[in-house]
């Protein structure tokens, strides 16, 4: 593969789409309208079918499902094959918006880490698709209002800020529930 970025061709082909004065670059519209998709299927999935059930059921507790019955190493398996064909399409789609590389799916991966967080957690898949969306329009805002360099900086800031949030109501006077518990 080498050091050099090789540039790809987008999926639709053609000039840039106008909605009043908003202008729209068709591979995005490409790229929302399959994680739309994606995200549809991957509820239908998770809530209908009985291999997404236990699949959730392994990851909550591998005791408890691997006592109904349930694979457990089988339902690894599955995860990681099905986390392969989702990276692997969102390399496919990703990569004629930006410069495909070695390692262009680490902060790509970080980003989407980050909105789920932002976007409640990692139990909640509509939460993560709704979160980072959010990360992507601020990170748009910011590229527009403040200089291109600290574009990357308002994804980790808002991780930040999002887990000491989360972890307010769990402090009481500078200590850990837990460890003020643990020593009583």
Same mark, same amino acid.
């Given at each position: 593969?080498?050091?050099?970025?090789? %540039?790809?061709?987008?999926?639709?082909?053609?000039? /840039?789409?106008?909605?009043?004065? &908003? *202008?729209? @670059?068709? @591979?995005?519209?490409?790229? =929302?309208?399959?994680?739309?998709?994606?995200?549809? &299927?991957?509820?239908? !999935?998770?809530?209908?079918?009985?291999? #997404?059930? +236990?699949?959730?059921?392994?990851?909550?507790?591998?005791?408890?499902?691997?006592?109904?019955?349930?694979?457990?190493?089988?339902?690894?398996?599955?995860?990681?094959?099905?986390?392969?064909?989702?990276?692997?399409? #969102?390399?496919?789609?990703? +990569? /004629?918006?930006?410069?495909?590389?070695?390692?262009?799916? !680490?902060?790509?991966? $970080?980003?989407?880490?980050?909105? %789920?967080? &932002?976007?409640?957690?990692?139990?909640?898949? /509509? #939460? +993560?698709? *709704?979160?980072?969306?959010?990360?992507?329009?601020?990170?748009?805002?910011?590229?527009?209002?403040? /200089?291109?360099?600290?574009?990357?900086? *308002?994804? !980790?800031? $808002? $991780?930040?800020?999002?887990?000491?949030?989360?972890?307010?109501?769990? &402090?009481?006077?500078?200590? =850990?529930?837990?460890?003020?518990? +643990?020593?009583?």
């Amino acid at each position: 593969w080498g050091i050099r970025s090789y %540039a790809l061709p987008a999926l639709w082909e053609g000039g /840039p789409l106008h909605l009043g004065s &908003i *202008v729209f @670059q068709r @591979q995005y519209l490409f790229v =929302l309208g399959a994680a739309a998709f994606f995200a549809v &299927i991957f509820w239908l !999935f998770f809530t209908r079918t009985l291999w #997404g059930k +236990a699949l959730r059921a392994s990851a909550v507790n591998p005791v408890g499902a691997r006592l109904v019955g349930i694979p457990v190493l089988g339902m690894g398996g599955l995860a990681f094959t099905i986390s392969a064909l989702l990276a692997a399409m #969102g390399g496919i789609l990703a +990569a /004629p918006l930006t410069l495909a590389t070695y390692d262009m799916g !680490f902060m790509l991966g $970080l980003k989407g880490f980050v909105g %789920a967080i &932002i976007g409640g957690g990692l139990v909640s898949l /509509p #939460g +993560a698709v *709704v979160g980072s969306l959010a990360l992507g329009l601020l990170e748009s805002l910011a590229a527009g209002l403040l /200089p291109s360099g600290y574009r990357d900086a *308002v994804a !980790f800031s $808002l $991780l930040i800020l999002v887990l000491i949030w989360r972890a307010l109501p769990h &402090i009481r006077r500078g200590v =850990l529930l837990r460890e003020e518990a +643990a020593s009583e």
